[in-house]
């Protein structure tokens, strides 16, 4: 498929100030959004990720265990949409997690800098779904993105995507920290989507810069509008140095403002997050929670 033509379709240009603008406004409007029923909306959209040097299959299982027995301790908060752990850890939350419908992530394909073969890549996602992975989130081939190399990089999507396609859910994580402009997080948003990606996901946490509302916008937007000339709706992910309340309030308000209330469920909006669960679950309640 050739993607430089199929990027032909879209204008490319992205401007700094309208960004700054609707960021601005999101702020603003974002403020109405810190109540209980914003937070539990955003809790159930959480990727609980734990993706430590230091995890281990018990802490893994301990942390599946919490997320499984959360109903008894929460029974008014919509459980979060998945776990996400590295691939070797797919099996020992899914052994815990058996048929509870809780989901599970794998970050798969030389996670987090896709520095790797394409057969490793592709062999550690095909394990990771063989495992169990219910969802894979990868990155983008980002140094290909920044030399240009747009057919390589989609190629490598498309393949990837096609072999887990159906029935599980790929994240493209685009690491926008890294992208030199707006323009560039854009285009590597509509690629993603074009080599068929079901999220388009900001950053791996592991890069200075992680995910900004800057970011999210132009992402937002890019999502927005790929469905228009496709029909096809894509979701989106914030991840990485998300960690209060109000962070997730205002990835709501972003996602509210620019793709609507549509977007606003577990199926089209995540949250990935190693620490704000509890910061949630605190606001929610209204005392300091630290159940995980
Ligand atoms: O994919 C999710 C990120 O790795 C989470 O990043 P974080 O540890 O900064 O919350």
Redesign the pocket.
């Given at each position: 498929m050739n993607y430089t033509n199929k990027l032909e379709n879209y204008n490319l240009g992205v401007s700094d100030s309208a960004i700054a603008a609707i960021v601005a406004k999101a702020k603003k409007n974002s403020t109405a959004n810190h109540n209980a029923d914003v937070y539990k909306l955003c809790y159930g959209c959480i990727?609980l990720?734990s993706?430590n040097v230091t995890d281990s299959e018990s802490s893994i299982a301990e942390l599946a265990r919490k997320a499984m027995d959360f109903g008894n301790h929460f029974p008014d908060i919509p459980n979060v949409a998945s776990l996400?752990v590295y691939p070797v850890f797919v099996e020992t939350a899914g052994v815990v997690l058996g048929d509870s419908g809780l989901r599970i992530t794998s970050?798969a394909g030389g996670f987090?800098s896709s520095q790797t073969y394409l057969e490793v890549k592709m062999l550690e996602i095909a394990m990771a779904a063989e495992n169990g992975a219910d969802e894979i989130?990868m990155v983008m081939n980002v140094g290909q993105m920044l030399t240009g190399d747009y057919e390589l990089l989609a190629n490598e999507i498309e393949l990837i995507g096609g072999e887990i396609g159906g029935y599980i859910v790929l994240k493209v994580?685009i690491e926008s920290g890294a992208l030199i402009n707006p323009s560039m997080v854009r285009t590597a948003s509509l690629l993603s989507m074009m080599a068929g990606a079901d999220f388009v996901?900001t950053?791996?946490?592991?890069i200075p810069v992680?995910a900004t509302p800057e970011a999210a916008v132009v992402i937002c937007e890019a999502i927005r509008d790929y469905r228009e000339n496709t029909g096809r709706k894509v979701g989106f992910?914030a991840?990485?140095?998300?960690?209060t309340s109000e962070d997730a309030a205002l990835y709501y308000t972003i996602v509210k403002t620019v793709l609507g209330e549509e977007w606003l469920n577990p199926s089209l909006f995540r949250i990935?997050?190693?620490?704000?669960a509890n910061t949630l679950l605190s606001s929610i309640t209204g005392s300091e929670v630290k159940y995980f």
């Open positions: 990727d990720t993706l996400c970050v987090p989130d994580i996901k950053s791996t946490g592991k992680a992910k991840a990485g140095g998300i960690k990935g997050t190693s620490s704000a």
